[in-house]
């Protein structure tokens, strides 16, 4: 069964340079959540979309924005990259808001 | 908003023996209750769900139940494999939330031979 596809699977920046996570949700899923995940930690939400309006914003720093297209894949670009961004971002996707979650395998990104 | 505590935070077990992970939530709103699995460099994995109208759901080796009333829900694994060693995290989400998923620390099983 096709999965919530992730791309890339690692990325490394610089700080103060951008990086744009792509994710591409099961088909026909119209929902995509955004989870930041730092090392140790349990993920953190942080901007979810219903067929392509920001449905949810949790603790996303404003120097992150999002967005879902036409196709509903969804990118999260990130500006201003700071050391402390470096985490396991997933993306994941559900029919409607209200289904089940499916996880990506998540884009690792460190910042140095 | 949502506040979810997740005990313990490491759990050791023998090869056969069941594994019980026990989690509280704080918003009474709550009516979805996930568990995920995590293995080293990977996605959380759904392993089983309950819903608010539903006290117990069994699928082979796991179990959850929920109490509502005390807010706790509890994973139950039993007869442990050592395959079963991973991050295990509950979440809970309400509907008017957006479904958003508010995750407890995480416990880490490890299953010995």
């Known amino acids: 069964a096709a999965g919530v596809i992730q791309s890339p699977r690692h990325l490394i920046k610089e700080k103060r340079e951008t990086a744009t996570l792509k994710c591409y949700p099961i088909p026909r899923h119209d929902t995509v959540y955004w989870y930041q995940q730092g090392p140790g930690q349990d993920p953190q939400f942080l901007i979810s979309?219903?067929?392509?309006?920001?449905?949810d914003k949790g603790s996303i720093p404003d120097r992150f924005s999002a967005q879902q297209f036409s196709d509903y894949h969804s990118e999260l670009n990130m500006s201003s990259l700071e050391l402390g961004d470096s985490a396991l971002y997933f993306c994941?996707?559900?029919?409607?808001?209200?289904?089940?979650?499916?996880f990506g395998s998540g884009t690792r990104l460190t910042v140095v | 908003g949502e506040n979810v505590e997740q005990h313990p935070s490491t759990l050791s077990v023998q090869e056969g023996d069941s594994a019980v992970i026990k989690c509280t939530y704080s918003?009474?709103?709550?009516?979805?209750f996930p568990w995920y699995k995590q293995e080293l460099g990977k996605g959380p994995q759904l392993i089983i769900d309950i819903r608010s109208n539903v006290g117990e759901k069994k699928d082979q080796r796991i179990a959850v139940t929920l109490n509502k009333t005390a807010k706790h829900f509890s994973l139950h694994i039993t007869e442990t494999q050592p395959e079963d060693s991973a991050v295990y995290f509950c979440a809970a989400s309400t509907q008017a939330a957006g479904n958003k998923l508010t995750f407890g620390g995480g416990t880490r099983v490890l299953v010995k031979p």
């Open positions: 979309f219903y067929e392509k309006m920001q449905s």
């Open positions: 918003d009474s709103a709550s009516n979805y």
């Open positions: 994941a996707s559900s029919l409607g808001p209200g289904g089940g979650y499916t």
